[in-house]
């Protein structure tokens, strides 16, 4: 088994964290989006991954790329880096990967989270990832026969078709296939809005007649901008609490202060005269003194006093004094 996973945008949406970091290297109750990504789909598709395929922009630099091959090395797996440059859509993307698509395959898009606890049908010719939703109108839905099978593809459809969404996650028995299929895509110039869309590659697989069927998840959480990102971490966190997971380093060091679980708190945070928590997470060497903190996401290195945050999102190596009387903010930052 083979995971295929796209990620060249960087996540305007985010800025500015993702100014200086991509998005799906953003940590998550202490560890990168993509890395629990991958991580999680592992454990629903109960096979060996022989290797895990990231899709980047070269600006992403050598210490991205560095991290990402170690998140596959985590996973017992070999780590390739492609290249995608310019943003031509999504089959596009996974055919910038088209050396590695052999054999079964997982394609995931590294700016969504899930939780699952289904059997992956892998006699489909694809099982297609999707979450029952209250306003269908607003994605791309699946259709499904009285045979469980998927009949259509139906993009923000404006009348009620299906309230199954698609969450990005598709799994192809082979990887041969969907690489022809996208291939005559980009042969054929096939595009919409001057981009190369998957569905398309799917809507010509299913007039063939093979079979796809839906793998339905529990939860599905997403990272597209600060206030979702923040609601993530948070659910994430209850669910590792739940768990049992171990989120609180040996290494903290608290001075007259509690921690509300669910928190994660990294390696060597300092804590004095302060309140953390519920949905919370700390990254490694972060230090926080006389401040009330919830439902927030903290980076590493991050300084941050006299503060009374609830839904806050903090960067790597900032500083944060609540009684600030001198300003220094760069581009895409907010203060409200």
């Known amino acids: 088994m083979k995971i295929i996973v796209p990620m060249a945008g960087r996540g305007s949406r985010l800025r500015p964290h993702t100014l200086t970091i991509p998005k799906p290297l953003i940590p998550i109750a202490g560890k990168p989006i993509v890395h629990r990504l991958v991580e999680d789909i ?40 492609y290249y995608q440059n310019e943003a031509l859509g999504t089959a596009h993307a996974i055919m910038c990967a088209k050396e590695s698509m052999s054999g079964p395959i997982v394609v995931a898009y590294a700016d969504t989270l899930f939780r699952a606890d289904f059997t992956l049908d892998t006699s489909a010719d694809s099982v297609i990832w999707v979450k029952q939703v209250e306003d269908p109108s607003a994605f791309g839905v699946v259709q499904l026969n009285e045979n469980n099978q998927i009949v259509d593809f139906v993009e923000k459809p404006k009348e009620f078709v299906s309230d199954l969404a698609i969450i990005g996650i598709y799994y192809f028995k082979s990887g041969e296939t969907l690489r022809a299929e996208l291939q005559y895509l980009l042969d054929n110039n096939v595009v919409k809005g001057g981009e190369y869309q998957l569905t398309d590659g799917l809507e010509n697989m299913k007039q063939k007649g093979l079979k796809f069927v839906p793998g339905k998840v529990d939860e599905w959480m997403d990272c597209g901008n600060k206030d979702v990102t923040v609601d993530t971490n948070s659910r994430m966190l209850n669910f590792l609490h739940k768990d049992g997971s171990n989120l609180v380093s040996d290494t903290v060091r608290i001075e007259n202060s509690t921690i509300i679980p669910p928190c ?42 006299n503060a009374n945050l609830d839904n806050a999102m903090i960067g790597n190596h900032a500083t944060f004094d609540g009684n600030f009387k001198s300003i220094s903010i760069g581009d895409y930052s907010v203060l409200e």
């Open 264 to 305: 994660f708190i990294g390696e060597d945070v300092v804590l004095i005269n302060t309140i953390v928590g519920p949905n919370v997470s700390l990254g490694h060497a972060t230090h926080v003194t006389n401040s009330k903190i919830k439902n927030s996401l903290v980076q590493t290195h991050a300084h941050i006093k």
């Open 42 to 81: 592992a454990s629903v598709i109960n096979q060996e991954i022989d290797e895990i395929a990231f899709i980047i922009h070269e600006s992403f630099g050598k210490q991205v790329e560095t991290d990402l091959i170690a998140i596959a090395e985590k996973l017992g797996s070999k780590g390739t880096i």
